[in-house]
C-alpha cells in the first residue's frame, strides 16, 4: 500500500487509540519493536459537528531499558464486505482467523462506528470476532435507520475490525510470524 507516497505495511501497526483512552502497558520483559529510521504515520479521524475546534497531538513513548524478551505484534480480524440492511436492529456479522504459531494473547481492542451494538472475540484454535450493529430508529447515534449501511472510512458508514495484541519471541518479527511452523500445523 503506498501512503503520501511512500510504501506503508499495514501489517506494522505500531498502535491503535482514542482520545481518553489508556495507553498501552505491557508486563516486564515485553515491548513494541520499532525499527529505527521508522516512519510513524498517524491516521486521526475527525468528525464534524458544526463547531470550530483546534486539536494539540501528542504522543509519548517509553522505551525499554532492557532487550525485551518479547514482542508485541498488533493484529487485526476484519470483516469488510457486511451489508447493514435498513431499521436492523440486532445485525450479526463475523470473522474468522487461524493465528500460524504460538503466541501469547496480550489485549483486545474492538473498532466499530455508529452502529455498533456488541462486539465478542472467541479464542480457541481459531479466533472469531463477532459484531453486531443497530441501524434502527432506535439508535440514536444513528444518522440514517433508512440507509443500508457498507463498509466505508466515513463516520456514517461501519467498519467492523477486531484488533489484538500477541506477544511473540523478540527475535520474530511481523512477516516471520505468519511463516507456519511445522509444530504449529
Not at 510504501?7 to 487509540?17: G, K, L, N, Q
Not at 463547531?51 to 487485526?76: C, E, I, N, S
Not at 451489508?83 to 474492538?110: H, K, M, W, Y
Request: charged share 20%; glycine share 6%.
Amino acid at each position: 500500500m503506498k501512503m503520501f507516497g511512500r510504501r506503508y505495511s499495514p501489517i506494522a501497526t505500531c498502535c491503535w487509540s482514542r482520545p481518553g483512552s489508556s495507553p498501552d502497558q505491557w508486563p516486564g520483559g515485553i515491548a513494541k519493536c520499532i525499527p529505527a529510521r521508522s516512519d510513524l504515520v498517524f491516521q486521526i479521524h475527525y468528525t464534524t459537528d458544526g463547531q470550530a475546534a483546534t486539536d494539540q497531538t501528542a504522543v509519548g513513548m517509553v522505551f525499554a531499558k532492557q532487550p525485551p524478551r518479547q514482542r508485541v505484534l498488533t493484529l487485526q480480524l476484519t470483516n469488510h464486505s457486511f451489508v447493514i440492511p435498513p431499521e436492523a436492529d440486532n445485525f450479526r456479522v463475523q470473522v474468522f482467523g487461524t493465528p500460524p504459531n504460538d503466541a501469547t494473547l496480550l489485549s483486545f481492542f474492538p473498532h466499530m462506528r455508529l452502529r455498533g451494538k456488541r462486539f465478542e472475540y472467541d479464542i480457541g484454535t481459531k479466533l472469531q470476532a463477532v459484531a453486531w450493529f443497530d441501524n434502527s430508529r432506535n439508535n440514536p447515534h444513528n444518522p440514517d435507520p433508512e440507509a443500508t449501511v457498507r463498509w466505508g472510512g466515513q463516520t456514517y458508514e461501519e467498519m467492523m475490525v477486531g484488533f489484538f495484541d500477541l506477544a511473540v519471541p523478540a527475535s520474530v518479527d511481523e512477516w516471520q510470524y505468519f511463516v507456519r511452523h511445522a509444530s504449529a500445523q
